[in-house]
């Protein structure tokens, strides 16, 4: 789950702080991804409540995972300007953070929750660290390169959560270790 936060966290900020690599004025890029993010809380709960955690966060980064992987990889775009991409990404990740908040909290037995939620927590404050520098350093391997680093990011939290993580909607908590 620490993956998960982190991976999340690094491709959030990541787009927030390169808005200027998609095509366009940045001033629009910018506000349009302002205010993106005020329907996201309302679709999240929506979401969140009829698809339950896991698939509305498989939903979410996978979608995340395609919009950063089409405006990295030449001709996965049909044609459909990167900004709108980076904007559908940009709608996703905020949802994929809130969702993942939920489910982490769902998912750890009460023993161990406050533990586990600030292991990931921390998980997640290094992956919003490292974006800056990862961008800087991307920068130089060519237009999209940053793209598809956060692309190929997110892709191991989906493969993740797919794998090994329970659903946990109408799931009773666990409190301890050997609920689990």
């Known amino acids: 789950m620490g993956y998960c936060w982190f991976a999340v966290s690094f491709v959030y900020y990541g787009l927030a702080t390169a808005v200027g690599s998609a095509e366009g004025s940045i001033y629009r890029n910018q506000?349009?991804?302002?205010?993106?993010?005020?329907?996201?809380?309302?679709?999240?709960?929506?979401?969140?409540?009829?698809?339950?955690?896991?698939a509305c966060l498989?939903?979410?980064?996978?979608?995340?995972?395609?919009?950063?992987?089409?405006?990295?990889?030449?001709?996965?775009?049909?044609?459909?300007?990167?900004?709108l991409f980076l904007l559908s990404a940009r709608f996703f990740?905020?949802?994929?953070?809130?969702?993942?908040?939920?489910?982490?909290a769902e998912l750890f037995p009460t023993s161990v929750r406050s533990r586990s939620m600030g292991i990931c927590s921390f998980s997640a404050r290094v992956g919003s660290v490292l974006a800056p520098p990862v961008i800087a350093v991307a920068a130089g391997w060519g237009s999209g390169a940053i793209h598809l680093v956060f692309g190929f990011t997110i892709l191991g939290c989906i493969f993740l959560v797919l794998g090994i993580?329970?659903?946990?909607?109408?799931?009773?908590?666990?409190?301890?270790?050997?609920?689990?």
């Open 31 to 54: 506000a349009m991804f302002a205010i993106i993010e005020f329907p996201v809380v309302v679709a999240q709960v929506l979401l969140t409540q009829s698809l339950g955690r896991k």
């Open 58 to 83: 498989i939903l979410s980064t996978s979608w995340v995972a395609y919009a950063c992987l089409a405006v990295g990889l030449p001709g996965w775009s049909f044609g459909v300007p990167s900004w």
């Open 165 to 180: 993580l329970p659903e946990t909607k109408d799931q009773r908590m666990p409190e301890r270790l050997s609920d689990l």
């Open 93 to 104: 990740c905020p949802m994929a953070f809130q969702v993942i908040y939920i489910y982490a």
